[in-house]
């Protein structure tokens, strides 16, 4: 990175250009009003004391001259300006607003980012000193007959706007070149020297680990608030520079109670709408996939990114894997949020999604950052210090597909097996976390599986862990790992995963029941895994927990009916699921409604007359099915429109009895074909 934005201040989105304001149609009081206001609201900005300090400090004085001149002005409310006053004067209210959105917006800048922008800022402010000379050197000052008083006031604010000593700020441009210096000594994989490194923080005023992650943040919030590329890349290789620093400098930052997720459903009660099908928590991006149906971005790249090419809640293949802002209803989350009082936390703050590539700077950053932390790790140390250690692998772990590979490829994982056993609770809840975060990238699915005690780690945390999130995360890793066909064999067939997403399913909070139902549904999609999921008790654990999540349970029990045959359907009977199928018809969601008709299909299909009967004997369920046919949707329609047929051959004696429910018997259908209507 030789170069880092010579060309002007980038416009940030967060902004208006100035080319957006627009001279004030006001009477010449009204004008001189609004210019004392403006002026007013300069000097009340904050003054930057970092960086830009010789620049910003010369203007406000400026600013603060002409707030008294407009004062004076203000004092005699009888004045009539001439046109080529009021021209100034209007001419003066656009340049004054850019001075004010100048510094407003370098105050609410990152800091490193500010450093990198000083040549372009201090140009601006340069360039508005000027107009304000010219301005000033037009005004026609004689014209407005003024005391003597204002006068000398005047010719101090012309003579101190047209002074031609630069602002520009020696200080700031060697703190510059430094920073340069160290991005360009990353970037040829030479590790930055430490003295330097806390010379140019501290003169930054990024003095402890506290500061340094809020100033990641800050830099990740500009990602967002720039328009071209370039910059955004330049950017991550700051930010790489910062989270390695505050790793070297001050340490890993002490954990704070963080999760996976921002909130547990169980702590608000969100509109049904507003939450993510596959977390249950609030959404902060919204997406659209191409079946229609709406996820959290986080969520359903995680599903896509471990393998699927479905869609989790209709089963349907993906055309594509684009995902579609859904700007609509992230405008009513956010604006349910602000009147519920609740913080609206978007979450697209992932560079990768923004189209932006890790530049070489970056990349090499987060090795040193790795290799440091490894180092920490494997050296004796408090559980409390390992803690903090694991916890920045999480951060680093959850970013982008390079850290990930940069974590694995140096040799984390054998490192975190050792810590997934600690009865530290948020030690365990931080590497197995890690774990699932680097579980996301294809190749690290297969460096999890075959290093050493790494999976029965795992396992053994979402057996027995120590607290429900670590559980759930582990059931997170398993769902993740089975989006490998060989994997998902090989964990169907392993009898303490089966039974330890089953308890989990039954037993733990809602959040972490999720991470166990997404992962039974994937092992489900394995005719093999099926019969260790029914043996282990799948069914019964669909009927306890049909009632809380309803579209869960069903989708899991299609499947596993479909796949499973005559032991599925046997299991179902005994648990007396047609009742509690169809009173899913008659209540729940769309999509529960399909996968419950689905279910009931094959139920019937495979089980023979004394199944149908015990559906046809279930009260107002022909009302049912018609009411779906008429107002479902198109696969529900379909599905039922089957069951009525069903029904229909039945009633007429057309379905033979079945010998032996749970036996692998073949039941006999005339193939004569009822026309529904509609």
Not at 505 to 529: C, F, H, Q
Not at 547 to 576: F, P, Q
Request: hydrophobic share 40%; proline share 3%.
């Amino acid at each position: 990175m030789a170069v880092l934005l010579e060309e002007s201040f980038p416009a940030r989105k967060r902004r208006p250009s100035a080319g957006a304001f627009f001279s004030p149609s006001f009477s010449d009081n009204k004008l001189l009003q609004s210019l004392f206001l403006l002026s007013q609201e300069i000097l009340s900005l904050s003054p930057l004391r970092i960086l830009l300090k010789k620049s910003s400090s010369s203007i406000t004085r400026k600013s603060r001259l002409l707030s008294i001149f407009f004062e004076e002005l203000l004092r005699n409310p009888a004045n009539v300006f001439p046109p080529s006053a009021a021209l100034c004067f209007e001419e003066l209210y656009i340049v004054m607003q850019r001075i004010k959105i100048l510094l407003e917006d370098c105050s609410s800048c990152s800091t490193m980012w500010l450093l990198m922008q000083t040549p372009s800022i201090s140009n601006s402010f340069h360039q508005l000193t000027g107009e304000l000379s010219t301005l000033s050197d037009i005004f026609p000052i004689k014209e407005l007959n003024l005391n003597e008083d204002v006068d000398e006031l005047f010719n101090l604010i012309k003579k101190q706007c047209s002074e031609k000593s630069s602002d520009f700020d020696s200080y700031d441009e060697n703190l510059r070149v430094k920073v340069l210096k160290v991005l360009e000594d990353i970037k040829s994989e030479i590790v930055p020297d430490s003295t330097t490194l806390s010379e140019i923080f501290d003169r930054l005023n990024l003095r402890d680990s506290t500061s340094c992650s809020t100033e990641i943040e800050n830099l990740e919030d500009e990602v967002q608030n720039l328009n071209d590329d370039t910059s955004k890349s330049d950017i991550v290789a700051l930010i790489g520079l910062v989270r390695y620093a505050k790793c070297v400098l001050y340490g890993a930052s002490t954990p704070r109670t963080i999760s996976r997720r921002r909130k547990p459903v169980v702590d608000v009660n969100f509109p049904a709408d507003f939450r993510c099908p596959i977390s249950l928590d609030l959404m902060g991006d919204p997406v659209v996939v191409s079946t229609g149906q709406t996820y959290d971005r986080s969520s359903i790249s995680l599903w896509i990114e471990s393998g699927h090419n479905t869609c989790p809640k209709t089963g349907q293949n993906l055309v594509h894997t684009q995902l579609i802002p859904n700007l609509a209803l992230k405008n009513l989350i956010a604006m349910w949020c602000r009147h519920q009082r609740i913080p609206f936390e978007s979450t697209e703050t992932n560079i990768k999604s923004n189209g932006v590539v890790l530049n070489k700077t970056a990349l090499e950053a987060t090795k040193m950052t790795v290799s440091f932390l490894l180092n920490k790790l494997t050296a004796s140390q408090s559980p409390l210090a390992l803690n903090r250690m694991v916890h920045e692998l999480r951060i680093l772990a959850k970013i982008d597909s390079d850290s990930r590979a940069c974590i694995a490829e140096a040799g984390a994982l054998p490192l975190l097996v050792k810590i997934l056993g600690s009865e530290h609770p948020d030690l365990q809840v931080n590497a197995v976390t890690t774990i699932l975060n680097l579980s996301i990238l294809e190749a690290n699915k297969s460096r999890i599986m075959e290093t050493d005690g790494v999976l029965n780690g795992v396992i053994e945390v979402l057996r027995s862990g120590a607290t429900w999130e670590a559980k759930g995360n582990a059931a997170a890793t398993i769902f993740s790992l089975t989006g490998v066909q060989a994997y998902r064999k090989r964990l169907g067939r392993t009898t303490c995963v089966v039974k330890g997403l089953l308890d989990l399913a039954r037993e733990g909070p809602t959040n972490t029941k999720m991470d166990a139902m997404v992962a039974i549904l994937n092992l489900a999609g394995d005719r093999e895994a099926v019969g260790k999921l029914i043996e282990g008790g799948v069914v019964d654990m669909v009927a306890e927990v049909i009632d809380s999540l309803t579209e869960e349970a069903v989708t899991i029990l299609e499947m596993v009916v479909k796949r499973g045959g005559s032991a599925a359907i046997a299991a179902a009977y005994h648990r007396n699921m047609m009742k509690k199928l169809a009173s899913v018809l008659r209540d729940g969601s769309d999509r529960a409604k399909e996968s419950a008709a689905a279910t009931l299909v094959n139920i019937c299909r495979k089980g023979g007359s004394e199944l149908v009967s015990e559906l046809a004997s279930i009260a107002g369920i022909e009302r049912v099915l018609w009411e779906i046919i008429g107002m479902g949707t198109g696969r529900a329609k379909r599905k039922a429109g089957t069951l009525m047929r069903i029904l229909r051959r039945w009633a007429a004696g057309q379905i033979e009895d079945h010998v032996n429910i749970g036996q692998s018997t073949t039941v006999i259908m005339n193939s004569t074909r009822i026309i529904l209507p509609g």
